[in-house]
């Protein structure tokens, strides 16, 4: 069965960087769209980033800061952060339908992985 495992998450100060893994397993990660959607406390879920067939999407405020990787012979996705803010602190799942297209942008996915926290702060 499909299944993403992500890591990576922690204290960060601000302006700092961190980059996020997400392990996938179960389904073909080099012909499917893979996303980042993160939940902060009290918030609604919003989309991050979504990448597939050499498209990506972003959130308007990561845009310059965050970026997006695959290694597909390690079955992994990475999420690089750069210049962290206040406002980036959440729970950052990875996820996806398992097909090409990131038709389910900003947050409708089939598949979720667990979460892994990222906290902004000195």
């Known amino acids: 069965q499909v299944q993403l495992v992500e890591s990576g998450g922690g204290l960060v100060q601000p302006g700092g960087s961190l980059r996020l893994s997400c392990v996938a397993s179960?389904?073909?990660?080099?012909?499917?769209?893979i996303a980042w959607v993160r939940q902060a406390p009290g918030k609604e879920r919003e989309g991050v980033i979504c990448?597939?067939?050499?498209?990506?999407y972003y959130q308007p405020s990561v845009k310059g800061r965050f970026t997006i990787s695959r290694d597909d012979a390690k079955n992994t996705v990475y999420l690089q952060m750069n210049n962290l803010k206040p406002e980036d602190p959440a729970v950052y799942f990875c996820a996806t339908d398992a097909q090409r297209s990131c038709s389910g942008w900003p947050i409708s996915y089939h598949y979720w992985g667990q979460g892994t926290q990222v906290t902004v702060g000195s």
């Open positions: 179960g389904f073909a990660l080099v012909t499917s769209n």
């Open positions: 990448n597939n067939d050499g498209l990506t």
